[in-house]
C-alpha cells in the first residue's frame, strides 16, 4: 500500500488535470488525509480478516486430516473378530512349525554326535582285534600262509579291512614319513642308515583315523 507522502505527491503531480481538480476541488488536504486514514484502516480490516479465514481453513484442514488419521486407526484396531481369530491361528501354526524345525534340526545333531561316539567306541575295541590278526598273520611261515588255516585267517583280515574301510576308517601312514605329533606317536628314538633325522624309521603300533579325525595315534621310532 502507497505511503500518504505519495499519494499527496501524486496528487500534487496530476493538479491542473481537469479531471482530478474537479474530484477534488471540494476537499481539503486535510479532508483528504483523512479519506487515506479511513481507506487504509478498511484496507488493513481486510487484510486482517483473509489472513484469519486462511488461518482457518489451515486449522479446519488440519483437523481434518488428524481425524481422517484417527479413523483409519480405529478401523485397523478394530478388525473383524474372526479374521483376528484367523491371524492368531496363522501365527501359532508358523510358531509351531518354528518350534518343530529348530527340533528336528536339534535332535538329528544328538543323533549324529550319538552315533559318531558309538561308531568310535567300537572302532576302538575292533582295533587290538586288527593288531592281533596282523601280529598272527606275521608269525605264519610261507608254507603256514599257503595251509587252509593260513588262508582263513588273510580272508577273514581281509575282510576286516573291507568293513573299516566302509566305515571311513583309514590306516595312518608312518613308516618312512616325517614325524607329526597330530599323527603319530614318538616312544623312542633310533640310529638309522636308510632315514634322515625326523624321519620315522620303525612302526611299532599302526594307527588309525575316522572320518579324518585320529581314533588312535601310530606308536613309531623316529631317527635322533
Known amino acids: 500500500m502507497a505511503s500518504k507522502g505519495k499519494i499527496l505527491k501524486k496528487i500534487k503531480e496530476h493538479k491542473g488535470n481537469k479531471i482530478m481538480d474537479e474530484e477534488l476541488k471540494d476537499f481539503s488536504e486535510e479532508e483528504i488525509l483523512e479519506e487515506i486514514d479511513e481507506a487504509s484502516e478498511e484496507e488493513a480490516a481486510k487484510e486482517q480478516e483473509t489472513d484469519a479465514d486462511a488461518v482457518k481453513a489451515e486449522g479446519e484442514e488440519s483437523a481434518e486430516a488428524e481425524a481422517n488419521e484417527e479413523a483409519e486407526a480405529e478401523a485397523k484396531e478394530e478388525k473383524d473378530p474372526k479374521q483376528a481369530r484367523i491371524e492368531e491361528l496363522e501365527d501359532m501354526v508358523k510358531r509351531q512349525l518354528a518350534e518343530f524345525d529348530n ?122
Do not use: W
Open 103 to 224: 527340533f528336528r534340526k536339534r535332535t538329528d545333531k544328538e543323533k549324529d554326535t550319538m552315533f559318531e561316539a558309538g561308531a568310535r567306541s567300537v572302532i576302538e575295541k575292533l582295533l587290538p582285534v586288527v593288531d592281533n590278526f596282523e601280529r598272527g598273520i606275521a608269525s605264519l611261515s610261507e608254507e603256514e600262509l599257503a595251509s587252509a588255516q593260513g588262508s582263513g585267517m588273510q580272508m577273514i583280515y581281509k575282510q576286516l579291512m573291507e568293513v573299516l574301510d566302509k566305515l571311513e576308517v583309514k590306516p595312518i601312514e608312518a613308516l618312512g614319513k616325517e614325524f607329526n605329533p597330530d599323527l603319530h606317536n614318538a616312544v623312542m628314538q633310533c640310529e638309522s642308515e636308510e632315514y634322515e633325522s625326523g624321519i620315522i624309521a620303525q612302526e611299532l603300533q599302526k594307527g588309525y583315523t575316522y572320518r579324518d579325525s585320529v581314533i588312535r595315534h601310530s606308536m613309531v621310532a623316529v631317527v635322533s
